[in-house]
């Protein structure tokens, strides 16, 4: 079992940046593969960007280029740079994670076990 926790969301206008942090407690978290998903109002819930335990990352085409993903194994932190940002990145943003027991990294959202509260980010036009 682990915690999630996120922070990092506001307000941005179009073309900004901001980073969004999620702080794991309860278990060991390096072997955890750790994703960032959203939810825009009336929407699914979307894969946006991936990290194995071994560091390898995937992105969704949609953020490719602006977004960054990355961990802190020491500080049990994983991070999500948004560069770029559009009006439609606008939802809620959602940590998540599953154990690994191998090197795939999973987009579908019923694979992973742990989610966090969400954080709202919304780009103004």
């Known amino acids: 079992q682990i915690l999630l926790v996120e922070s990092g969301g506001g307000l941005v206008q179009d073309g900004g940046s901001l980073r969004l942090s999620c702080a794991a407690s309860?278990?060991?978290?390096?072997?955890?593969?750790m994703g960032w998903f959203r939810q825009a109002p009336g929407q699914e819930r979307e894969f946006v960007a991936g990290?194995?335990?071994?560091?390898?990352?995937i992105y969704a085409d949609s953020v490719k280029g602006r977004f960054t993903i990355s961990r802190d194994i020491a500080k049990n932190t994983v991070y999500l740079q948004m560069n770029s940002l559009k009006p439609e990145d606008t939802a809620v943003y959602y940590c998540?994670?599953?154990?690994?027991?191998?090197?795939?990294?999973?987009?579908?959202?019923?694979?992973?076990?742990?989610w966090g509260q969400g954080t709202q980010v919304t780009v103004s036009s």
């Open positions: 998540a994670a599953y154990y690994s027991t191998n090197n795939i990294l999973n987009v579908r959202r019923d694979e992973y076990d742990y």
């Open positions: 990290i194995r335990w071994s560091g390898g990352v």
């Open positions: 309860g278990r060991t978290f390096s072997r955890y593969t």
